[in-house]
């Protein structure tokens, strides 16, 4: 089992930054690749990036490549996902999921998921 536990979120103007944080506990953390995901009201949860077990391979989706960074920590259990030059349409609520060994870019794939953290951006 991994539990995974997402924070960093928040309330923000256009333009602004923010940066999540995904802290895993459990199995050995540098075993999984992490994936970022997130949900607005009445859509589908999407894709938002990945990040491969080393962290030196990552992929993003292309509504947010070139604003979002996604990095990891692995001797403090931890995945970050940095996001700068915030839109309105960024507003969802931001997942962290684990899958093990390969990276994955399908909700349906990954094993474990956090709570969420709720990203509001206001214009």
């Known amino acids: 089992q991994v539990q995974l536990v997402e924070s960093g979120g928040g309330l923000v103007q256009a333009g602004g930054s923010l940066r999540l944080s995904c802290a895993a506990s459990?199995?050995?953390?540098?075993?999984?690749?992490v994936g970022w995901f997130r949900q607005a009201p009445g859509k589908e949860r999407e894709f938002v990036a990945a990040?491969?077990?080393?962290?030196?391979?990552?992929y993003y989706a292309d509504s947010v490549k070139g604003r979002f960074t996604a990095s990891r920590d692995n001797a403090k259990n931890t995945v970050y996902l940095q996001m700068n030059s915030l839109k309105p349409e960024d507003t969802a609520v931001y997942y962290c999921?684990?899958?093990?060994?390969?990276?994955?870019?399908?909700?349906?794939?990954?094993?474990?998921w956090g709570q969420g953290t709720q990203v509001t951006v206001s214009s």
């Open positions: 999921a684990a899958h093990y060994r390969t990276v994955v870019l399908r909700a349906n794939e990954y094993d474990y």
């Open positions: 459990g199995r050995t953390f540098s075993d999984y690749a």
């Open positions: 990040i491969s077990r080393s962290g030196t391979t990552t």
